[in-house]
């Protein structure tokens, strides 16, 4: 043990060292709030940069993060940025700031699903960033990338800083020089010197101990990352799926086998990860160690299906080609979104029609479609005619911005047509479900507990039919579970086949139902992925997953697929109101119409940060595909 003489001189000598020792560098840090000064650049400053932080946040939706430290700790500013936001959990409406002020250099770091253009971080950077930070005006550097940001994205020209000169180096004290360094490095060699001695004599006195591991991972931590693995791989899944349809399209299945093999496989990984995730959510105060280890293979699984998307992105690249076939890909997407555009009137009239006659959760997540599949085409519009054949590689990632665009738009027109088959033969067949349901009463045991529901489901459904408008889904659904319920009541006086006969019977209105909700939440969520975040997600992959298995035992086990079908359409409309729930707190209501449809579709983003001077937009691949995007330099 150390004795308590050797104990203080080395806390002294520490102590001395830490005082002559040259200012120390940041790492990358996990930021607390919006202004982070490890240094005093502001220097009483802040209530203007809060101000100016506030205004982009009020007009345009994007939260500027700003930190200033004394040095990168020898790590490139632009890495440095990144690694700083992707540690604070920035999103796709936040932006991070990062100087270092004796290095003399700074870096920015934008979500990839933010629509700022390369031009336009780089007119802010030249006209609002860098001529504050040439001047030492620290605070000025923040207050203009603010001014500056909202300017371009209201389209209106970049202001011009009003520049007050500040202190080059804030924070230093002084105390650092070349008497100070090298007492530092002498103290430093004795402090070395002295541990060494205490070690060697430590380990002649006792055996080696067994070095301690790194802490372990909080639940909370690990939940954290399960969430964000699960929605990460969601969308990429949703990305892959779309460009890989068009690319069998266009290249046949045989030549994209080996990515249909591989988005299957990432897919089954993913849907059992979401079944955890809900079963986590729907099982009450599991214990630590079971949760945990729910986590844990959450993450495995999403891991997993991150790397066999990554392992054929650059092959399926490669297959499309886009670079080489511009000017065909241009007509053929102004084509598709001609098209869509020529639909909008009739979906406008159709979802009016529907909800003259309908409501429900449904009706009510169609009503929206016409305005976001308008918002969608406009965006396409737009971006077709900046398409630049010149510079290929650009061009490229803008026709796939508008591909994505054009797809989300088609999406949501085709939901509103299939809605409407959906409910009109949910209506159709109610009549017949309703005689199904009260022949069963006329049978059941007048003191069973089923009939009463069941009375209730009869009663309240006719009362919904009486009326001008009423939910066909929620009727069914409601017939169905009253049904179920005397079927249980009537098994003893019925035979298997009987029975077996009755279920099939019944799988006619339970498939169409849950197919209804199932796609119907799948169309919102894939339409509106920007916003939604893990639990809706969760409960439709377990929807889908019910769905499939019901429709895969419809003619072997009809009981069982009965079961699963009803269970699916629960789970489904679930799905579509926390979704929708997600997107009202989403959409704060200050960003322009079109703005707040390309981040709410989630287009351009594979997820990520922004970095390199470029972003892919979705595309076929997991984390390895989803590019960052920073800037930056010296001053």
């Not at 001395?16 to 120390?24: E, F, K, S, T």
Request: glycine share 8%; proline share 5%.
């Amino acid at each position: 043990m150390i004795s308590r003489w050797v104990a203080v001189l080395l806390a002294s000598m520490i102590g001395a060292a830490l005082v002559a020792a040259p200012a120390r560098a940041d790492s990358p840090m996990r930021l607390d709030g919006q202004i982070t000064d490890e240094v005093g650049a502001l220097d009483g400053r802040e209530p203007e940069v809060t101000a100016a932080l506030d205004r982009l946040r009020d007009a345009s939706g994007l939260q500027l993060f700003v930190v200033y430290v004394r040095s990168f700790d020898g790590t490139p500013a632009q890495e440095w940025a990144d690694e700083t936001a992707t540690r604070s959990d920035l999103g796709r409406r936040d932006a991070l700031l990062a100087v270092a002020t004796r290095d003399r250099a700074y870096a920015y770091a934008f979500d990839a699903a933010y629509p700022l253009t390369d031009a336009q971080l780089d007119e802010v950077a030249a006209a609002a960033i860098e001529p504050a930070l040439r001047e030492n005006d620290w605070a000025g550097a923040a207050i203009g990338a603010a001014d500056g940001y909202r300017a371009v994205l209201a389209g209106q020209p970049v202001p011009a800083p009003a520049i007050t000169p500040g202190d080059p180096d804030p924070g230093d004290g002084g105390g650092s020089s070349v008497l100070g360094t090298v007492v530092c490095l002498g103290i430093t060699a004795v402090v070395v010197a002295l541990v060494v001695w205490l070690v060697i004599r430590s380990r002649r006195r006792r055996p080696q101990a067994t070095p301690a591991g790194p802490p372990p991972i909080s639940t909370a931590e690990l939940t954290t990352r399960a969430n964000a693995l699960l929605v990460e791989l969601d969308n990429d899944l949703r990305a892959s799926e779309q460009e890989l349809s068009l690319a069998t399209g266009r290249y046949g299945a045989e030549a994209t086998a080996s990515f249909t093999a591989a988005l299957e496989s990432a897919r089954q990984d993913v849907a059992e990860a979401f079944r955890l995730r809900l079963t986590l959510d729907e099982t009450p105060g599991p214990d630590e160690p079971a949760r945990r280890a729910a986590l844990e293979e959450i993450i495995r699984r999403c891991e997993a299906a991150d790397q066999r998307l990554d392992a054929e992105s650059e092959a399926f690249d490669e297959l499309r080609g886009l670079e080489s076939r511009i000017e065909p890909e241009r007509q053929e997407l102004s084509e598709r979104r001609a098209a869509a555009e020529a639909k909008l009137p009739a979906t406008g009239a159709t979802i009016e029609a529907l909800r003259a006659r309908y409501t429900g959760p449904l009706v009510a997540g169609l009503l929206g479609n016409a305005d976001q599949a308008r918002e969608r085409l406009d965006f396409a519009a737009a971006t077709l005619s900046d398409v630049q054949p010149a510079d290929p590689p650009r061009a490229a990632l803008t026709l796939r911005a508008a591909e994505e665009a054009v797809a989300q738009a088609e999406t949501l027109i085709d939901t509103v047509v299939r809605a409407q088959s959906d409910l009109d033969t949910a209506r159709a067949g109610i009549d017949a479900l309703l005689a199904e349901v009260e022949s069963e009463l006329a049978a059941a045991p007048p003191d069973a507990a089923a009939v009463i529901a069941a009375q209730q489901a009869v009663a309240s459904t006719r009362a919904a039919l009486a009326q001008p408008t009423m939910d066909p889904l929620s009727a069914v659904q409601a017939l169905e579970e009253a049904d179920t319920a005397l079927d249980r009541a009537l098994a003893e006086q019925r035979d298997a086949a009987e029975r077996a006969a009755r279920a099939r019977t019944m799988l006619g209105h339970a498939l169409p139902a849950a197919r209804a909700e199932v796609s119907a939440a799948g169309s919102f969520i894939a339409t509106r992925r920007g916003a939604v975040a893990s639990r809706a997600r969760a409960s439709l992959g377990e929807a889908q997953r019910l769905l499939a298995r019901a429709e895969a035992l419809a003619t072997t086990d009809p009981a069982t697929a009965v079961a699963d079908a009803q269970r699916a359409q629960q789970l489904a409309a679930e799905a579509g109101r926390a979704a929708q729930s997600d997107v009202h707190s989403w959409s704060s209501g200050s960003t322009s119409d079109l703005l707040t449809g390309i981040l709410l579709g989630g287009i351009m983003s594979g997820g990520g940060r922004r970095s390199g001077g470029g972003f892919r937009g979705g595309g076929f691949g997991g984390s390895g595909s989803r590019a960052r995007r920073t800037g930056g330099g010296r001053f």
